[in-house]
């Protein structure tokens, strides 16, 4: 088979009985499926209604056509499998260097099944894996992982004490500075006792058109080159993701106190010029990535990652703190413990409301210690924020979507968002659509964010369009500034595969109806797609002369029913038949 882009193998390791097999799926599976979260949703599908911790669940780590080219951004990882935190899809898509060693490995992603009775590291290098006993690393965190391992060229996943101890949204860590976060991923490794995974490649990716490709990378980079928002003085690369801080407390969408304020009076002492003048932060990111939104800092001698905004705003509004050096060290915590930090923060913000103690550092720092050690109050506090409002008796304090903790965007101030993450596959995310670029940024054109008109199909196409972004791959970042033309154009140039922008999002439909059709398979529908009820019945922290009313149930719910109408789904959003046969799937309702 003449393939370019793809290398054509993918790696199937059985951790049962210490085997592999390399699967060659045909050059019409890679074009329909892409890479990444295609790819991934491909082979979840097949093991949909099997519990997460079932032996035979499947984790999925795919690579793009585009991975290890030149294509802009085309250095991040693709991790899929059930999420133990949700119950759905579980998917993160993560930065370092991974995704690209793992295709110079000769490999276009890792599908894995089966359990290991002991700890386990997998190295692959180039064509041969090996099974490491890992049984001395269990209980260790990551960043002593990372030093005992000394990955150098090779790229390093693991996972901490949190995924051991059975946290529900344990995350994994890569390459040190770099999290695949939110849905609960480092508990799936956990339950199949895999402690890290290095791999390491000294093969090269075809491209089928390499000058195609330059002329197309050179499109990307002047259209990045040319936004404020990513490349200006006070756009990403400058200040990282941490630069729309101020904004957002500026529009009145800061979730504070829980979710029952939208402004934090203390939020420009914390802004990201606070951690530059504090840190000096340097630029960092992912392998072939010319952004460089990831920030390092340093403080006495020690090398410090910055926290990214949705952690900046969870550590200090959402809880009611005005520390940032709590923020970093907490980041710290988390990242080393392996923990999601919005979810993470989101819970102590649901407990600091039910029991009306507020925080102070030491209190949030030992609590953190709790959850990943899996000692006293933590033990509760592992599950979630809303097993532990349940268990609490108030459940309505969990600000949680399917049961996924919600993102730094209070959704009162961008009905965009407040449809998003409602809709989303994942639970309470914002980067499946991501409207704040819309609705706040005004890219690629200004919306009204006090408005659904209009949202449910710019939802819709988003969604298609983030699918295949995570397919491809590339990083979403890159689309405040190009679009799937320019894509078009790259994936053309790399796999001698001839496709428009429509071509290629209509893939992203199919690929984005698959995860509706294996939610739909575990129980979702209509009354899942849903926003917990203070939203609709308690305004946020009106100001600056901007209103912040509580969003309209009735208005909330006939966008919902378009955007039903419009994703071919059926009026209590479970998939239909035809729509699903039109998209090249299966499902019986």
């Not at 979260?37 to 093991?47: C, N, V």
Request: aromatic share 8%; hydrophobic share 35%; with cysteine.
């Amino acid at each position: 088979m003449d393939i370019f882009g793809w290398t054509g193998n993918i790696l199937v390791i059985d951790l049962t009985n210490k085997s592999i097999e390399i699967e060659k799926p045909d050059l019409d599976i890679f074009n329909q499926y892409i890479g990444g979260k295609g790819f991934g949703g491909r082979y979840l599908r097949q093991y949909a209604t099997l519990p997460w911790d079932h032996p035979d669940m499947v984790i999925c780590i795919f690579t793009g056509p585009l991975t290890g080219t030149i294509s802009p951004t085309s250095g991040r990882t693709h991790i899929l499998s059930k999420s133990p935190l949700t119950g759905l899809v579980g998917d993160s898509s993560v930065g370092g260097k991974l995704g690209t060693r793992i295709k110079r490995a000769g490999f276009d992603g890792i599908v894995i099944k089966g359990k290991s009775k002991t700890p386990v590291g997998i190295t692959i290098k180039d064509n041969h894996v090996e099974f490491i006993d890992a049984t001395q690393l269990w209980g260790l965190d990551t960043d002593i992982i990372h030093k005992r391992i000394r990955p150098q060229n090779a790229s390093l996943a693991s996972i901490g004490p949190a995924a051991e101890n059975g946290v529900r949204y344990a995350s994994v860590m890569v390459d040190q500075y770099f999290a695949a976060g939110r849905s609960g991923l480092g508990l799936c490794l956990a339950q199949k006792k895999i402690k890290y995974l290095l791999v390491d490649g000294t093969g090269h990716c075809r491209v089928k058109n390499p000058k195609k490709l330059k002329s197309a990378r050179e499109d990307i980079l002047r259209l990045t080159a040319a936004s404020p928002a990513l490349m200006g003085q006070f756009g990403f690369t400058c200040l990282g993701t941490g630069a729309v801080y101020d904004l957002m407390d500026n529009r009145r969408m800061m979730p504070t106190d829980n979710f029952l304020h939208t402004s934090y009076e203390h939020a420009s002492k914390l802004n990201a010029a606070a951690y530059t003048k504090t840190y000096s932060p340097k630029k960092h990111g992912c392998l072939g990535c010319h952004i460089l939104c990831k920030k390092i800092g340093t403080k006495n001698n020690k090398i410090l990652a910055m926290p990214e905004f949705e952690t900046m705003s969870h550590f200090t509004a959402l809880i009611g703190s005005r520390d940032i050096k709590l923020v970093v060290k907490a980041n710290e915590l988390c990242n080393h413990f392996g923990m999601d930090t919005i979810s993470t923060a989101s819970t102590l913000a649901c407990r600091r409301e039910i029991t009306g103690i507020d925080y102070t550092p030491e209190t949030v720092l030992s609590l953190l210690e709790d959850i990943a050690l899996n000692r006293g109050e933590g033990k509760l506090l592992a599950l979630g924020a809303r097993q532990y409002a349940i268990k609490m008796g108030q459940p309505e304090t969990a600000m949680a979507v399917k049961g996924m903790e919600l993102p730094a965007y209070d959704p009162r101030g961008a009905y965009g968002m407040a449809l998003g993450y409602a809709l989303s596959t994942r639970g309470g995310c914002h980067l499946r659509a991501y409207p704040i670029s819309h609705e706040i940024f005004r890219k690629p054109v200004a919306t009204d964010r006090f408005s659904f008109s209009g949202k449910a199909r710019i939802i819709k196409i988003a969604e298609d369009l983030n699918a295949v972004v995570d397919s491809l791959i590339a990083c979403k970042f890159t689309f405040f500034a190009a679009g799937l033309e320019e894509y078009a154009s790259v994936y053309e140039a790399v796999t001698g595969i001839e496709t428009t922008a429509q071509g290629l999002l209509k893939k992203g439909e199919e690929i984005y109806y698959n995860e509706r059709i294996i939610n739909a398979l575990n129980g979702f529908d209509a009354r899942d797609d849903d926003l917990p009820d203070r939203f609709f019945s308690e305004p946020g922290s009106s100001g600056n002369n901007i209103s912040i009313p509580p969003i309209n149930k009735n208005n909330f719910l006939d966008a919902r029913k378009k955007y039903y109408s419009i994703r071919g789904l059926t009026k209590n959003g479970m998939p239909r038949k035809d729509k699903a046969k039109s998209l090249g799937l299966l499902w019986k309702s």
